[in-house]
């Protein structure tokens, strides 16, 4: 029996397949018709390209996804900011969008934005992110929040590290990330 909160994969703006979880909250996953039918890349090797989906008892998808995920301290951290299960499928629920890798998992109701770039930081506005160090925010909140001045930026993970890349511009040039 597929989930009814079932999520979406993404490569870029590209549907590669569904995860679900079965009644046991073991997770499943397969690929899309369409990835499928364009010849695109497997996940890994352990996931690879076949109609047939792998299903949640053999434990495959549940090996790659869940290593997309934080560990540890940083995990426990989130779930208890988030108030969610500690469960690897909730995890990608609230914060697949941030994952680790070129793959982002989202709700079936969101899809992955489409922009991208630098966000000038007033100094205030820093100063605000810095004081949230150690809280969680996830893309969802962000999408959904009306005067965030990122509404689809897609910065949470850093709220997961202690040190995080920021960027210096000088006129007529292009950022430096350092």
């Not at 949640?56 to 996804?65: C, H, K, Q, S, V």
């Not at 925010?137 to 993970?157: D, F, G, K, L």
Request: contains cysteine; neutral net charge; proline residues 7%.
């Amino acid at each position: 029996m597929l989930d009814p909160d079932g999520l979406n994969v993404w490569s870029d703006q590209r549907l590669v397949g569904y995860l679900w979880r079965n009644t046991q909250g073991l997770i499943g996953f397969r690929y899309g018709e369409e990835w499928l039918a364009q010849g695109e890349f497997a996940t890994s090797h352990t996931l690879p390209l076949q109609q047939k989906g792998f299903m949640p008892e053999d434990g495959l998808a549940r090996r790659f996804f869940a290593n997309l995920l934080p560990e540890g301290g940083v995990r426990d951290q989130i779930v208890r900011d988030l108030k969610i299960a500690n469960t690897d499928f909730n995890l990608l629920r609230a914060i697949g969008g941030e994952c680790a890798g070129a793959l982002s998992i989202l709700q079936a109701e969101h899809q992955p934005s489409t922009e991208h770039g630098y966000h000038k930081v007033p100094d205030e506005e820093l100063a605000n992110l810095v004081a949230r160090r150690g809280q969680v925010s996830t893309w969802t909140e962000r999408m959904n929040a009306p005067a965030s001045p990122w509404p689809a930026a897609r910065i949470s993970v850093l709220s997961w590290l202690t040190k995080a890349p920021t960027g210096y511009q000088k006129k007529n040039h292009p950022p430096a990330i350092s």
